[in-house]
């Protein structure tokens, strides 16, 4: 679960992590009157949507006087950024900067702790420094059972620091992170840029957060600030219909029956030169439904050229499998190819059952696998 950079700064307010006064705005008007508010000569001006590269794509300006808030108040607001709208801006004070770093807690699945990442190369290019010189990143593993006392604290903040002032600062936000990411079930919490300002303090200008969906229930506060993407839409609807569906970003779209076997279909897409459009268990039931649900779930994805079915009969049964295929295409008209491969418990019946139908049938899951490839690299029609 992601929340925008206000309501990750008010986190950290809570916290009494130092970060930038601002205020949000949904309209040029309330852009105008945040900026009398503020009272200052010059203003930042954030487009907030869920997703990075904001300042790349132009949704982060400095507007130095009330008709540059209004001009860039009117550019950002309405803008997308990677198929986000921004319907609403962030006006706050623009830092003067000496020097900007990066601070980070984030679950490490590797060592089964939450790893603090630390880097004096802070900014938009930050993931630049992690490709090309990780040497620049500095990281600790913090042991759970004891979390982050003092001198560790202060061990890290001298990684970015000499001088005894800002590693005592540094060090106080480092253990105020971790208590707000430990307290509020988080995944991620960033800080990019922590920067040093010209007067020799420590603040936080940019704040991110993720959250553990699974904590979702003991974290109602959190979970208020929720505000699902069409993607987490999707995937909470699947949820909801019993499966375990994840999107990606490819143009084959994945039917399969159990996780291990759904990963084994996408290492092949990937192996053969295709892109799989998403993750889709669904699971071990027999139920004609549950695969018309499947279907319409794949095919409302405008990315997805062609549709790979992978089923492995075990529980599921194949012929209930090719009984809900057919079912589902009298329901959706497209034109999408549809490959299959089916094996298993009722296999006979299945494929006989598909024998004069408009799907195209492969014996073996290397066979389907091409076939799929093909279409995606053709972008071929029925």
Do not use: W
């Not at 969906?213 to 959190?222: F, K, T």
């Not at 992978?310 to 295409?329: M, P, Q, S, Y």
Request: a negative charge; proline letters at 2%.
């Amino acid at each position: 679960m992601k929340i925008h950079e206000y309501q990750a700064k008010e986190l950290f307010k809570r916290s009494e992590i130092p970060v930038d006064k601002s205020i949000l705005c949904h309209s040029i008007a309330e852009a105008l009157d945040a900026y009398d508010q503020l009272g200052l000569p010059k203003v930042v001006i954030k487009a907030q949507v869920l997703t990075g590269g904001r300042g790349k794509a132009g949704g982060v300006k400095i507007a130095r006087d009330r008709n540059d808030v209004e001009k860039y108040a009117g550019e950002i607001l309405g803008m997308k950024i990677k198929d986000f709208t921004v319907d609403r801006i962030l006006v706050g004070e623009a830092i003067d900067i000496a020097s900007e770093y990066y601070m980070s807690l984030v679950i490490d699945r590797n060592t089964k702790s939450v790893l603090l990442m630390l880097s004096s190369e802070g900014g938009m290019d930050i993931e630049e420094v992690a490709r090309k010189t990780p040497e620049r990143i500095s990281r600790f593993v913090i042991d759970s059972s004891i979390g982050i006392p003092d001198f560790l604290a202060r061990r890290a903040a001298f990684t970015l620091f000499d001088d005894l002032k800002l590693v005592t600062q540094a060090s106080e936000i480092i253990r105020k992170l971790y208590t707000l990411f430990i307290e509020t079930d988080a995944s991620l919490a960033e800080i990019n840029p922590l920067v040093l300002t010209q007067k020799g303090d420590l603040m936080a200008i940019d704040a991110k957060m993720t959250f553990d969906d699974n904590a979702a229930y003991r974290q109602s506060d959190i979970r208020a600030l929720f505000e699902p993407t069409e993607e987490e839409k999707k995937e909470a609807l699947a949820k909801s219909k019993g499966f375990s569906y994840v999107s990606l970003d490819g143009n084959i779209g994945c039917m399969v029956n159990g996780a291990g076997l759904a990963m084994a279909t996408m290492d092949m897409i990937e192996l053969y030169g295709g892109t799989p459009a998403n993750f889709l268990d669904i699971g071990g039931s027999s139920n004609p439904t549950k695969v018309i649900d499947a279907m319409h779930l794949l095919l409302d994805d405008s990315r997805v050229k062609v549709v790979l079915i992978n089923i492995f009969g075990g529980i599921t049964r194949c012929d209930d499998v090719a009984k809900g295929l057919i079912e589902a295409f009298k329901q959706i008209d497209t034109k999408i190819p549809v490959v299959i491969r089916l094996t298993g418990t009722n296999e006979k019946e299945g494929l006989a059952l598909l024998r004069d139908s408009e799907f195209q049938v492969a014996g073996t899951m290397d066979g389907a696998t091409e076939i799929a490839v093909n279409y995606e690299k053709l972008g071929t029609k029925y």
